[in-house]
């Protein structure tokens, strides 16, 4: 008997999960973070974080998504992670599938979810309390992903990376905001500041404004 619902949340044994009626599934996992780690500092997403200072202890995410790249981050560099996500529905799957992780990669329970906007929780915070503000807006990311990205991209909220956006995380960020856009996708038009540095993925680029 069919309730009619396009998604289910599923708090199973090994993990919760929020699954379509077409069988397709979204959880938090490591996905490809060993096969990242063996690049080490080489990365371009850590490139992007490190600058020629290559400091970095403290990493605001704000678009925490199901934090692959929170846990990349904190996983290389060790550094405290705090993320922002907008959507209850993922931050309920942030929330379990952190923990549960962390339990056995203790760098990984470095990573913090927040429920919340962006714009708001940067508002909130003081200036130059964090060393680095990273930004990936739901609307750059690449239209080729995983099944299991479709999954998110249906609860995710649209944070667009703004003029007020770019402001407050410039801001909060004492080292450099970095603002991860899909390959090919153009800056935004009313960006407060350059973003003169870029490391680029195969399907991402990372788009960096360094403090002087």
Known sequence: MS??????YVAARAHDEVRTAEGGACFVQPSLL???LQDAERHPLIRALLGDDRHVE???????????????????????????????????LLEEGLARLGRAE????RVRPQLGEAQAALAALPDGSFDVVMLDP???????????????????KDE??????????????????VLKLGKGAPLPPDA????????????VTYWVHDRA
């Open 3 to 8: 309730s009619g619902a396009s998604h289910l």
């Open 34 to 36: 060993k096969m990242k």
């Open 58 to 92: 403290r990493l605001f995410d704000g678009t925490l998504g199901l934090a692959a790249d929170a846990m990349h981050a904190a996983s290389v560099l060790g550094c405290e992670v705090v993320g922002t996500e907008a959507s209850p529905v993922l931050f309920s």
């Open 106 to 109: 203790p760098l990984i329970a």
């Open 138 to 156: 739901m609307m750059s990311r690449p239209k080729r992903s995983t099944p299991s990205f479709a999954v998110l991209r249906a609860f995710a």
């Open 160 to 177: 667009r990376a703004d003029a007020s956006l770019l402001h407050e995380a410039l801001r909060v960020a004492r080292r450099r905001v």
């Open 192 to 203: 407060p500041y350059g973003f003169p540095r870029v490391e680029r993925g195969s399907s």
